[in-house]
């Protein structure tokens, strides 16, 4: 490797470091202040919390499973409940983008690219897969795309050389450990590797895939939960396909950023049929494991909400495109680049043109919520957007949506032909003696209780960025709290940011 091409890891870190920076301020400018593109977050936050104080969950003594990642929590356990905690995130999402971005600069040094070419990869290529904005989420997706390149790099040495590296074995046990659909990937690799004559190895490595998450689902299963995350259920079904991998499949497809993965695992799967890569008598090897892996997850698993889902797919993708360069003629290596230019356009507009609204839309809504729940402190509270509400606070939250309550997951998605019965919230609400709740109209619907007094909407004004709703209905759910609440929206009211309309409903 020459020093041009020991330049192109830090090239394609600095490249994905800027587009992070860029994100960040563009998204400051928008909110005023720093806040996280998603609730979610604040999910992962609030379990850590628990975790810190004895329970596996968001409230105290109550076991949940709102995490879909089994890891990630634990990366957030020290200084729970502080400003501290609060920046861990942002923290281990930039150094998981540095080392990604640096990794793939990597591959593409030892591709054998042709110096233009790979000077042109290092630079766009953070973009065209991307990395700044899916860092810039604070979720666990980074650290799992990363662990997926380490166990594609680890697949290609053994493919190479036959030898089993650390990559190889890390990254197909630590891929599944933060996010389950990892799962898919590290079997085929550990299939990979028994196929390739190291049996024992091949069954080992698959060992270490299956066993942390039978241990997992064992742990939940002590702790009174389902063997599967209440935060992974509860987003199957309704658009997303249910469990019906047919329509997972049109669902995903006609996702917000389906266009992007599918465009890519069509042109992964043209590639892989040219005459030179079949030649290879590796290449096609790799290629195919990474198709099937990604098929797999068009077929179970979810696409969308701001590009997360589906990124370590395009990580992936992309890696074994970049393997397959040299070996594809002038008329692919063209196709390819311009397959790049076109997805970091896209990516970069989609982010400038909506995502880098969201914390903005965040701060001004479910930051907002939270300071509602201060006013009423200790008193319980029912909502469907639980993180910025559940974290560093002392009241009880009962999330509608399901993430952290299999009860109130199984009320919504309804236990006969998946319609919930009238009044299901309402119900949940008085078993749990609950006195408000916070929720978006349409998300309850026929769940909201006849009784129910609604004091107040909250609405953004200019309403911008990808989520849920832009009004919030604040309810009393016990008509005799209804003046109690009335005088907490008073006091919440006072401080309000701009950007935000509190209406009074009713008398």
Request: glycine share 10%; proline share 5%.
């Amino acid at each position: 490797m020459d020093a041009a091409a020991r330049k192109l890891p830090a090239i394609c870190a600095l490249s994905a470091a800027g587009g992070f920076l860029l994100w960040q301020v563009l998204a400051f400018v928008r909110a005023g202040v720093f806040e996280y593109p998603l609730d979610d977050v604040y999910i992962h936050l609030a379990m850590a919390e628990g975790i810190m104080g004895g329970t596996y969950g968001i409230n105290p003594g109550e076991p949940a499973s709102a995490a879909s990642s089994v890891l990630y929590p634990l990366l957030l356990l020290p200084f729970p409940g502080t400003a501290v905690q609060r920046m861990l995130p942002l923290v281990w999402n930039f150094a998981a983008l540095l080392a990604l971005a640096g990794l793939f600069g990597g591959l593409i040094a030892r591709s054998g690219v042709s110096r233009g070419w790979a000077l042109y990869l290092a630079l766009i290529a953070p973009f065209a897969l991307n990395m700044p904005g899916v860092a810039a989420l604070g979720m666990e997706h980074s650290l799992h795309a990363l662990a997926t390149l380490v166990l594609l790099i680890g697949l290609w040495r053994f493919l190479q050389t036959g030898e089993i590296g650390a990559a190889l074995v890390l990254g197909a046990v630590l891929g599944p450990m933060f996010r389950f659909e990892g799962m898919a990937f590290s079997l085929l690799a550990a299939a990979v590797v028994f196929l390739g004559g190291r049996r024992r190895a091949g069954i080992l490595i698959a060992l270490g895939v299956v066993i942390p998450q039978v241990l997992f689902a064992a742990f939940l299963v002590v702790q009174g939960l389902d063997p599967v995350p209440s935060s992974v259920l509860a987003k199957f079904g309704g658009r997303r396909g249910g469990f019906n991998p047919a329509t997972r499949f049109m669902a995903n497809a006609l996702e917000t950023g389906g266009a992007a993965i599918f465009s890519a695992f069509l042109l992964t799967g043209l590639v892989q049929v040219m005459p030179w890569v079949r030649a290879h008598d590796r290449l096609p090897a790799i290629m195919a494991t990474v198709w099937i892996a990604v098929a797999t997850h068009l077929f179970l698993g979810t696409v969308g909400w701001l590009g997360r889902y589906e990124h370590y797919l395009m990580v992936m993708l992309g890696a074994v495109l970049v393997l397959a360069m040299p070996h594809v003629g002038r008329a692919g290596r063209v196709v390819v680049m311009a397959a790049a230019l076109c997805a970091a356009v896209y990516y970069t507009y989609i982010a400038v043109a909506s995502y880098t609204w969201n914390p903005r839309a965040i701060h001004l809504q479910q930051a907002q919520m939270a300071r509602l729940v201060d006013e009423l402190p200790r008193e319980p509270v029912a909502v469907h957007d639980i993180g910025w509400v559940a974290w560093a606070r002392d009241a009880q939250v009962l999330d509608l949506w399901g993430l952290a309550s299999a009860e109130a997951r199984r009320a919504r998605m309804g236990a006969k032909d998946g319609q919930p019965e009238p009044e299901w919230a309402a119900r949940l609400i008085r078993a749990h003696g609950i006195r408000y709740a916070m929720i978006y109209d349409d998300w309850i619907d026929d769940g909201i209780g006849h009784d129910w007094i609604r004091v107040a909407e909250v609405e953004m004004t200019n309403p911008r960025g990808k989520i849920g709703g832009y009004r919030v209905s604040v309810y009393a759910t016990d008509p005799g709290f209804a003046p109690d609440l009335r005088a907490a929206i008073e006091r919440f009211r006072a401080g309000m940011p701009e950007g935000v309309l509190v209406r009074n409903v009713g008398g």
